[in-house]
């Protein structure tokens, strides 16, 4: 009954410091990292990544702020762990998580709608793409793709 899901903090969240609180919020609340690999995103592979937002008027803002700085990307394991993920980081928009989700990470280190420090996979779907996109399964586990 272990669920996989895909984590990563943005370059906000890596500049900011914040990796070692997130980790601590990520073990507290008892998910494993399977695996996870600090890169810096190019542009193509960031517009891959965000097919979905391509049409967006925010995704050119979205390419320029995901390819600032390195990312931390995590493969967390647990019961739940879409769901939960998803919980902990709370709203897309990190001026209104510290409004109505004070206790959630975007609350903490999140600085706006575009700049929101963490993502998690929004469905198991979206999360086996995300994770087969960054990393490549072997016997050793998961290997990181992109670096
Ligand atoms: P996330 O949900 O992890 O993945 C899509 C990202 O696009 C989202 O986080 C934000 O960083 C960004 N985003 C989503 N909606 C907007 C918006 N309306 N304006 C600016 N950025 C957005």
Request: some cysteine.
């Amino acid at each position: 009954e272990k669920e996989l899901t895909f984590a990563m903090i943005k370059p906000d969240g890596v500049s900011g410091n914040y990796t070692t609180a997130i980790k601590k919020i990520i073990s507290e609340f008892g998910f494993g990292i399977t695996n996870e690999t600090t890169v810096q995103l190019d542009e193509e592979t960031v517009k891959d990544f965000y097919t979905e937002h391509s049409s967006r008027s925010f995704f050119p803002g979205l390419v320029r702020y995901m390819t600032s700085g390195p990312v931390l990307m995590m493969v967390l394991e647990k019961a739940n762990a879409v769901a939960d993920w998803r919980a902990l980081i709370g709203p897309t928009d990190a001026q209104t998580a510290k409004v109505t989700h004070p206790h959630s990470i975007r609350a903490m280190c999140g600085l706006d709608l575009q700049r929101n420090c963490v993502h998690g996979s929004d469905s198991p779907q979206s999360a086996l793409r995300e994770i087969a996109f960054f990393f490549e399964k072997s016997s050793l586990g998961f290997l990181p793709k992109h670096d």
